[in-house]
């Protein structure tokens, strides 16, 4: 038997191909690891801005419900009138008391939200922001609207426009607004004072 002319791969270049493809599968393994560590980021971002809107919705929610309440059951509090009125925002304290009286009759005032004033805890929006209210002329407690008597088709003054709030020139409107502002952005002025927006 003749020996054969093929030549058998030095043991190098098989150590070579072994190198090869330990490297492409240490290359893979951080790809992956670095994919997995963008998404876990972008999970735990999406996951604390969703508890942080929740937090702001529950409040407004609890809000809500409180000026309901209250209007539902004016007239129990107070003889002599009927259901519908709403508090005056807080505007001189800041401790959640709604003002005795809040502008002029017809206009409607804007200001912190009365939340002592309606037996609830401070609320806040996810940032820690007092919530801030605005009350239409005509549903505001003090002083009473003269032009309108409030019934079951008074109007209100607010059209919610895109994402801000006008006075509303038809028939309808909402009487009341509340708002989560969150921090104050900058150059923006947010002291507490009784801000008339219509007249």
């Known amino acids: ?42 999970l735990e971002f999406v996951s604390r801005k969703y508890s942080r809107d929740e937090a702001t919705q529950k409040s407004l929610a609890l809000a809500k419900e409180a000026l309901i309440g209250y209007a539902a059951t004016y007239r129990d509090s107070n003889s002599n009138e009927v259901f519908g ?28 939200f009365p939340y002592k004033t309606l037996g609830l805890p401070d609320l806040r929006d996810s940032d820690g922001v007092c919530l801030w209210y605005a009350v239409s002329g005509t549903a505001k407690n003090s002083p009473k609207a003269t032009t309108t ?27 009341a607004v509340l708002f989560a502002a969150s921090v104050p952005l900058v150059g923006q002025n947010r002291t507490l004072r009784l801000r008339v927006i219509i007249s």
Request: aromatic content about 6%; overall charge negative.
């Open 149 to 175: 008597v409030m019934n079951w088709d008074t109007q209100g003054q607010f059209s919610l426009v895109g994402t801000s709030v006008a006075p509303e020139q038809g028939d309808g409107g909402a009487v």
């Open 1 to 42: 038997m003749k020996p054969s002319n093929a030549i058998a791969d030095p043991p190098l270049l098989r150590g070579d191909h072994c190198e090869q493809g330990f490297a492409l599968l240490i290359m893979l393994i951080i790809a992956v690891m670095g994919s997995m560590f963008v998404i876990t980021s972008q």
């Open 85 to 112: 009125y709403l508090p005056c925002p807080d505007t001189s304290t800041g401790d959640g008391s709604a003002a005795a009286s809040c502008g002029a009759a017809n206009q409607a005032a804007v200001g912190l």
